[in-house]
């Protein structure tokens, strides 16, 4: 049973305009969300989280969204650009989580940026 | 700037085989991770380490042991591959809370 899901497997955005991926999830001791990166052939790259204390955190064109209540987040990426184009993985760490930062992470979404 | 570093990007082994996988990490970190990606699952945990000579597994540890002799190196064992082990695999570490830092993957098929 997957405890963290993105149900869109792809996403075609063009360049300029916003691009919004999102993740949902189903533990409630989720505290701490994380988005990555994944070029192909290359490992994942962290990109930008959020604490459970907050509702937004925004990195130059990245914000991401989270709605505690829905159990639901959100990045949005404004304004898209062709090299944006990659997977994104959605990720949570438990907060009871004393061994080793483990994270769950999601199936990922593929993000196509069209110039 | 943090350097995960693997093995190798590809390798092809028989059905059967013993295969090591090898990560090292040049910023002491405490953690260490063994993922396998597979299209439409995303990563999921094998192993992890959060120091030396400790090791927990993660959710699909069958098939699969660890290694963690050295803080800085984490070994990934197949102890008899099989076909269903063919995978990207990806190495992390970090320092405690802090984001997972990826290796670039080896392409692992199992033939």
């Known amino acids: 049973d997957q405890q963290v899901k993105q149900n869109s497997p792809s996403l075609s955005v063009q360049e300029g305009r916003i691009s919004i991926l999102n993740c949902d999830y189903t533990n409630s001791m989720f505290d701490y969300f994380l988005w990555y990166k994944k070029y192909p052939a290359e490992g994942p790259t962290f990109l930008i989280s959020?604490?459970?204390?907050?509702d937004k955190n925004e990195d130059g064109r990245f914000t991401v969204f989270l709605n505690k209540s829905a159990k639901h987040l959100s990045l949005h990426i404004v304004p898209s650009q062709p090299g944006d184009s990659a997977v994104y993985f959605c990720a949570a760490r438990a907060l009871n989580n004393n061994a080793g930062n483990m994270l769950t992470f999601g199936g990922g979404t593929r993000l196509m940026v069209k110039p | 700037d943090v350097k995960v570093t693997q093995s190798s990007r590809y390798l092809v082994k028989r059905t059967g085989e013993k295969v090591f996988l090898e990560c090292v990490q040049d910023m002491d970190h405490e953690n260490m991770f063994w993922y396998r990606q597979d299209p439409g699952l995303g990563l999921r945990l094998i192993y992890f380490?959060?120091?030396?000579?400790?090791?927990e597994k993660g959710d699909i540890p069958e098939g699969y042991s660890v290694s963690r002799e050295k803080k800085e190196r984490f070994s990934l064992i197949l102890e008899s591959a099989s076909t269903n082990q063919t995978s990207m695999y990806l190495c992390a570490s970090s320092d405690r809370a802090q984001p997972q830092h990826f290796g670039d993957g080896t392409r692992l098929s199992i033939l």
């Open positions: 380490s959060y120091d030396v000579k400790m090791k």
């Open positions: 959020i604490s459970s204390i907050k």
